[in-house]
């Protein structure tokens, strides 16, 4: 207490007091009855807040903002979509599954993504490009060093110009790209009757309900139901939006034979290839999910810490006792 002019107890009532009182006149005066060089800015400060200006562009910051991101995403968070489609237009949801990498917790199942790639290999890559994935993507990921390396060897790149002026083709390297079953997306349509197979890099993150959804697609076919029509060359799929697709069926029990003796079943491989996707989509994730665990951890503990700090360091201001002893 010695070392504070009274003034500044009485300024420290004064601004308390203009914080608790909604009278500005009445905080003015209270105010500048102990008018200081360093009263003066928590004055602004609460001018600022409360002037007309400011309220107006508070309001235009908040109708920018909503009307942002109604643009952006259609409808903002809290306010549910209406549609008048049926689940027949939208496609049928799709269950939730228990998958293994679901958890804050869980990494990939890398023996799926394994599996999942030789049902990308030997099914998929037939109509569906992988673009984004390189060889060495798949290096300690699902293959070895030596496997990929092998794998890529298998298939023809055309590389140039050489000396020459020539283009030429080489066997794939580890940082070549998957290569796409067509050339172009003229010829994936003329192959497909006028569908495209989309790329499948990205399809999990850039399809509503993700895995679940791709892993219903691919074990969802069915005989239409009665009084469905089915227009010809096309399969009814009720998870697929509109109920038709034109990719057929293409997972039956026993398709590919696994290395590792798992049973390749339908509903197998379907798991095995949305992962080995899942993976493609977000390779990061594991490491994602292990770096976020540490941050949590360490910014907790820093956390912790500082409150800990703080009180510590305030304990002689919060706990002394302020007496005023009037000169005699
Ligand atoms: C014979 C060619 C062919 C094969 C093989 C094939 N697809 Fe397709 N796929 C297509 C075509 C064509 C479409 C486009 C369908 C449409 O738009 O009606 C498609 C669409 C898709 C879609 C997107 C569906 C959507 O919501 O738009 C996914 C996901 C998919 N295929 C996954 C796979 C997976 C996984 C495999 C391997 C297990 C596979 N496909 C094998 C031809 C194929």
């Given at each position: 207490m010695?070392?504070l002019p009274g003034t500044a107890l009485r300024q420290s009532r004064g601004?308390w007091?203009?914080?608790?009182?909604?009278?500005?006149?009445?905080?003015?005066?209270?105010?500048?009855?102990t008018?200081?060089?360093?009263?003066?800015?928590?004055?602004?400060?609460?001018?600022?807040?409360?002037?007309?200006?400011?309220?107006?562009?508070?309001?235009?910051?908040?109708?920018?903002?909503?009307?942002?991101?109604?643009?952006?995403?259609?409808?903002?968070?809290?306010?549910?979509?209406?549609?008048?489609?049926?689940?027949?237009?939208?496609?049928?949801?799709?269950?939730?599954?228990?998958?293994?990498?679901?958890?804050?917790?869980?990494?990939?199942?890398?023996?799926?993504?394994?599996?999942?790639?030789?049902?990308?290999?030997?099914?998929?890559?037939?109509?569906?490009?992988?673009?984004?994935?390189?060889?060495?993507?798949?290096?300690?990921?699902?293959?070895?060093?030596?496997?990929?390396?092998?794998?890529?060897?298998?298939?023809?790149?055309?590389?140039?110009?050489?000396?020459?002026?020539?283009?030429?083709?080489?066997?794939?390297?580890?940082?070549?790209?998957?290569?796409?079953?067509?050339?172009?997306?003229?010829?994936?349509?003329?192959?497909?009757?006028?569908?495209?197979?989309?790329?499948?890099?990205?399809?999990?993150?850039?399809?509503?309900?993700?895995?679940?959804?791709?892993?219903?697609?691919?074990?969802?076919?069915?005989?239409?139901?009665?009084?469905?029509?089915?227009?010809?060359?096309?399969?009814?799929?009720?998870?697929?939006?509109?109920?038709?697709?034109?990719?057929?069926?293409?997972?039956?029990?026993?398709?590919?034979?696994?290395?590792?003796?798992?049973?390749?079943?339908?509903?197998?491989?379907?798991?095995?290839?949305?992962?080995?996707?899942?993976?493609?989509?977000?390779?990061?994730?594991?490491?994602?999910?292990?770096?976020?665990?540490?941050?949590?951890?360490?910014?907790?503990?820093?956390?912790?810490?500082?409150?800990?700090?703080?009180?510590?360091?305030?304990?002689?201001?919060?706990?002394?006792?302020i007496?005023y002893?009037?000169?005699?």
């Open positions: 010695s070392r601004l007091t203009s914080v608790n009182t909604a009278r500005p006149a009445f905080r003015n005066t209270l105010l500048s009855s008018r200081h060089a360093s009263s003066s800015s928590p004055q602004h400060a609460q001018s600022f807040l409360t002037s007309r200006a400011s309220l107006a562009a508070f309001s235009c910051l908040t109708v920018g903002s909503i009307a942002w991101y109604t643009q952006l995403y259609g409808t903002l968070p809290f306010i549910g979509e209406v549609s008048a489609n049926s689940p027949a237009e939208d496609g049928l949801h799709p269950v939730a599954y228990p998958w293994s990498h679901k958890g804050w917790f869980d990494s990939f199942d890398h023996a799926s993504i394994r599996r999942g790639y030789q049902v990308y290999r030997e099914v998929c890559a037939a109509c569906h490009s992988l673009d984004r994935i390189a060889w060495r993507n798949l290096v300690g990921v699902s293959h070895t060093v030596d496997e990929v390396k092998a794998m890529a060897e298998e298939i023809e790149y055309e590389d140039g110009p050489d000396a020459e002026g020539q283009m030429f083709q080489r066997p794939g390297k580890l940082s070549d790209y998957m290569p796409p079953p067509y050339p172009n997306e003229e010829a994936a349509r003329a192959g497909n009757a006028g569908a495209l197979p989309p790329d499948l890099s990205l399809i999990i993150k850039a399809r509503h309900g993700g895995a679940d959804y791709v892993f219903s697609l691919l074990t969802g076919y069915f005989d239409p139901p009665a009084g469905v029509q089915i227009r010809e060359g096309m399969n009814y799929n009720p998870y697929f939006p509109g109920g038709a697709i034109s990719m057929a069926r293409v997972l039956f029990d026993g398709v590919v034979e696994y290395a590792d003796g798992t049973p390749a079943t339908t509903s197998q491989m379907a798991k095995d290839v949305v992962t080995f996707l899942n993976w493609a989509a977000e390779p990061e994730h594991d490491e994602r999910k292990q770096i976020g665990i540490k941050a949590v951890i360490i910014f907790s503990s820093l956390f912790a810490l500082s409150i800990y700090l703080k009180r510590h360091k305030w304990t002689t201001i919060k706990s002394r006792k007496i002893n009037p000169p005699n």
